[in-house]
């Protein structure tokens, strides 16, 4: 990959594809947003870095200014800035054990939250990100998220059925694994991302909130790929109105530029020993300067009425599809909010006791459709252990290329699916 323009990239050998993948989640307004990229250009002949622990530099105060206003309660008012999304999850972990003088955690069977130590061991959503790493940090535990496949459980469960069934199973694991006045912190993403792109119903992140009121457990909502105005809200946990106690950010946040940050109040972060939160390159200068002009791009560019729109046209395609008498037994799931929308396809592979295995159904479909979409110009992932493609495009791409996408999308699950 040599050059990225808003929804497009290009290849070496002269390739030019749309990209629904956003680098993960991550080019949020499109590859080199003019804004962004000036900002970043303009900091670099200023000051590129400027050590946290050493002195205060004014990208970040004024990021903090501008992230003030939108978070998704007005008690996150103490901001630490990193590089990586991973490092926002140790951070979290780190102060959950220190501010509650507690060790253990519980986290989400689906979950994903980096690749680094303490982050590995609260990411439950493939074997692949830890195997061969063990022994993991001690003192983690998992529920099941309120998601049919994780409850063995027919896709047309009802919402309250699973929720109620993952908050027992919350219940049970503090009467029987990890005693209350011993659990730091419950962290979940409110939409599952390496997990398969399922969206936490408001009831159930507001039994977790109630369960850590109770008990004096931390709660810690990972935003890393949900965050700025991917779901159509600025924060998606904006949906059920839960407060966090902390929130970590990254991706989106400077649209390319390595940054991310933990977030909580002030009354918890006063807590901390000074000397433990810091590193060399956190809250570098140019990506906190880029991060501002993020901000203020999707003000004065209305992003998310953007997403609003678009999401409506992507989920209209996407029903089509599965009302399609060629194809549409295959497709088993349709779900997500605002521009992170997922498609889940039936497969003979599953577990014999999954309620969605079909053995009519070809083998691999996700990512045999992957790969058509981008022999036909169209750049897009798979995500999960089950065959679910995910749609990241840019939050401003254009009404006709978001047509194009899902033409050539619909296309390509026609052709596997006759090809069997």
């Known amino acids: 990959m040599t050059k990225g323009e808003g929804s497009y990239v290009t290849f070496e050998d002269g390739r030019r594809m749309l990209d629904f993948s956003c680098g993960i989640g991550v080019t949020n307004l499109g590859h080199c947003h ?14 590129v870095h400027a050590q946290c622990s050493i002195s205060f530099h004014g990208p970040y105060l004024r990021l903090i200014e501008k992230l ?9 008012d103490s901001f630490f800035f990193w590089n990586s999304g991973s490092e926002a999850i140790e951070a979290s972990l780190k102060m959950a054990r ?14 994903y939250h980096g690749r680094t130590f303490g982050a590995m061991a ?31 459980l027919p896709i047309n469960t ?3 059925e699973l929720v109620r069934l993952s908050l027992y199973q919350l219940d049970l694991v503090l009467k029987q694994q990890t005693a209350p006045r011993d659990t730091a912190a419950i962290i979940v993403e409110p939409v599952l991302g390496e997990g398969g792109y399922v969206p936490a119903p408001a009831s159930f992140l507001k039994g ?16 890393v790929q949900s965050g700025f105005g991917r779901t159509g809200k600025y924060f998606n946990v904006e ?35 000074p000397g433990s939160m810091g590193g060399t390159y956190a809250g570098n200068a140019v990506s906190c300067a880029a991060a501002v002009a993020v901000a203020n791009a999707f003000r004065e560019e209305r992003v998310l009425d953007n997403v609003s729109a678009r999401s409506s046209e992507l989920l209209t395609s996407l029903k089509s599809l599965r009302d399609d008498p060629e194809v549409g037994s295959m497709v088993v799931d349709i779900r997500g909010q605002g521009l992170m929308i997922a498609v889940e396809f039936a497969s003979p592979l599953y577990s014999p006791t999954d309620p ?22 169209l750049l897009i992932l798979t995500t999960s252990l089950y065959e679910v493609i995910r749609f990241i495009p840019p939050l401003n791409i254009s009404q006709g290329d978001l047509q194009k996408g899902c033409q050539i999308f619909a296309e390509s699950v026609k052709e596997v699916v006759r090809e069997g």
């Not at 003019?34 to 000051?47: E, F, G, L």
């Not at 990254?250 to 109040?265: C, E």
């Not at 969605?356 to 110009?377: D, F, H, T, Y």
């Open 34 to 47: 003019p804004k962004v990229s000036k900002a970043a250009a303009d900091q670099c002949v200023n000051i």
């Open 68 to 76: 003030l206003p939108i978070m998704p309660d007005p008690s996150l």
């Open 98 to 111: 220190q501010i509650t003088g507690r060790q253990n955690i519980i986290a989400m069977q689906g979950g």
């Open 122 to 152: 609260v990411t439950k959503s493939k074997t692949v990100y830890s195997e061969g790493f063990f022994p993991l940090m001690p003192g983690v535990f998992a529920i099941p998220f309120p998601y049919w496949h994780q409850l063995g």
């Open 158 to 160: 009802s919402e309250e």
């Open 208 to 223: 977790l909130r109630a369960v850590c009121d109770k008990h004096g457990i931390l709660l810690i909502v990972d935003e």
């Open 239 to 273: 949906y059920s109105s839960v407060r966090p106690d902390i929130l970590t950010i990254a991706k989106g946040l400077a649209n390319g530029f390595p940054l991310s940050g933990v977030v909580s109040r002030k009354e918890l972060t006063d807590k901390l020993v």
């Open 356 to 377: 969605a295995l079909v053995s009519s159904a070809p083998k691999n479909l996700a990512s045999r459709v992957a790969k058509r979409c981008m022999e036909k110009g």
